[in-house]
């Protein structure tokens, strides 16, 4: 079996094994249903990563009628909006639903993923695809927290930066960062530029809209996933409870923590673990020597290094710039991001923001045009380039490249 990279983050191994657990379940609305057949994360020092084999979802949704993929996006919206409601709680009960939900939405969040390729894919065959389909699709079926965050902070004036830390800081924390507070809403309004977004009114075709609907339950996907992640790290804040030791659990420590048990000493799993699922089998292992192996068992190639001048992707959002490269590949990458620098990274996320409004472009090494980048490439309008594959490892810190983001190409400058 041969493993492709789809996403690197820094996430728990709880939060991995759940979210492979509940896709391999998969999300149904009869007779509409998407599941995935195998997966594997490796945790080898750096961020995560998440493996698939070729053509590892099933689904019947491009195949189903108009009356029942509607249904079935309607159905896993409304799911969505429910969970952007969760509040913490305080007792180890509420834990275990922030748990389930946070699986069951996460499932949703990569099934957009998915079926959005399908969809644009289905959207770029049909005749007379005009000529700015990237940008079209680009735009979520509704407004989604991201682009409502950045539209706030646009709006917004310096005694509104509570406001926007009570409203959005909870959207930053992604699976191990800390919120958003005043400090972080005043730097943002400080380093954000204003832009009018002139649509056309003209009227997108179903598949477009699928394909749009898709991006919803991605991007707003991903915000109720940080949103049950949130709430259940402010649940063990408030019960006082070591975060670290219970979300470096796997699932089974996990429930038998719950049902009263102790927890495992679990230091050498946040630098070393793995695991796979292959069919309906899950096997696990931590620690340096047994990651190193499942490397090689699996014959991963992420892990080997790469000599190239320049990388080419997908434009999101055209333009072209020069600049130093930043790869950030965690919150204190992004951190260390400086005005003008040209962001380079696994794939963006909610607790990037900061870092992508101080940049002067995007490259990812994953993604689609319905991908996060996408979007707020559009809403920054700010050069962006995606699915690169090789960026984060072709490109090192401080060396000076340029973004061609109108023919796809980035590239050293000597």
């Not at 809209?209 to 996933?225: E, P, T």
């Not at 992640?229 to 030791?245: C, F, G, I």
């Not at 409004?357 to 490439?377: K, M, N, Q, W, Y």
Request: with cysteine; hydrophobic share 40%; aromatic share 8%.
């Amino acid at each position: 079996m041969k493993w492709i990279k789809v996403v690197q983050r820094n996430i728990y191994p709880l939060q991995w094994h759940k979210f492979l657990i509940e896709s391999r379940k998969g999300n149904k609305h009869d007779p509409v249903f998407w599941q995935i057949k195998h997966g594997l994360v490796v945790k080898n020092q750096s961020a995560s990563i998440m493996f698939y084999p070729e053509r590892n979802t099933v689904s019947n949704i491009t195949t189903s009628s108009q009356e029942d993929v509607d249904a079935f996006f309607d159905h896993h919206m409304k799911f969505i909006e429910e969970v952007l409601k969760l509040k913490p709680g305080k007792d180890k009960e509420h834990i275990r639903v922030c748990y389930e939900t946070f699986g069951r939405v996460m499932a949703v969040m990569a099934m957009g993923h998915w079926i959005g390729k399908d969809f644009v894919a289905l959207v770029k065959q049909e005749p007379g695809c005009p000529s700015d389909i990237n940008l079209r699709l680009a735009r979520p079926f509704k407004s989604t927290m991201v682009q409502q965050e950045h539209q706030a902070i646009i709006d917004a004036d310096k005694d509104d930066v509570a406001s926007l830390a009570s409203r959005f800081g909870w959207l930053h924390s992604e699976y191990m960062a800390q919120e958003w507070g005043i400090e972080e809403y005043t730097a943002a309004l400080q380093s954000v530029k204003k832009h009018v977004h002139e649509e056309d009114g003209k009227e997108d075709s179903w598949l477009v809209q699928c394909a749009q609907k898709s991006l919803y339950v991605l991007d707003q996907g991903k915000a109720a996933v940080v949103r049950a992640s949130w709430a259940m790290r402010k649940t063990l804040e408030a019960m006082n409870l070591d975060e670290e030791a219970v979300m470096n659990c796997f699932e089974d420590e996990f429930f038998a923590w719950l049902d009263g048990g102790g927890l495992p000493q679990n230091k050498i799993r946040s630098e070393h673990y793995g695991i796979l699922l292959r069919d309906d089998t899950y096997s696990t292992c931590e620690g340096k020597d047994a990651v190193e192996q499942l490397i090689a068992d699996e014959q991963l190639t992420e892990y080997d290094p790469v000599a190239v001048d320049e990388v080419r992707g997908e434009p999101a959002f055209a333009g072209k710039v020069q600049g130093k490269a930043r790869i950030v590949l965690s919150q204190a990458d992004a951190n260390a991001l400086r005005e003008g620098e040209i962001l380079v990274t696994g794939n963006t996320t909610p607790e990037l923001i900061g870092a992508m409004h101080r940049a002067a472009a995007f490259v990812t090494d994953e993604g689609g045009i319905l991908c996060h980048a996408a979007i707020v490439a559009r809403e920054m309008q700010k050069p962006c380039i995606i699915g690169t594959e090789l960026a984060t490892r072709a490109f090192k810190d401080g060396e000076m490249i340029e973004v061609d983001a109108e023919k796809g190409i980035v590239r050293k400058l000597k």
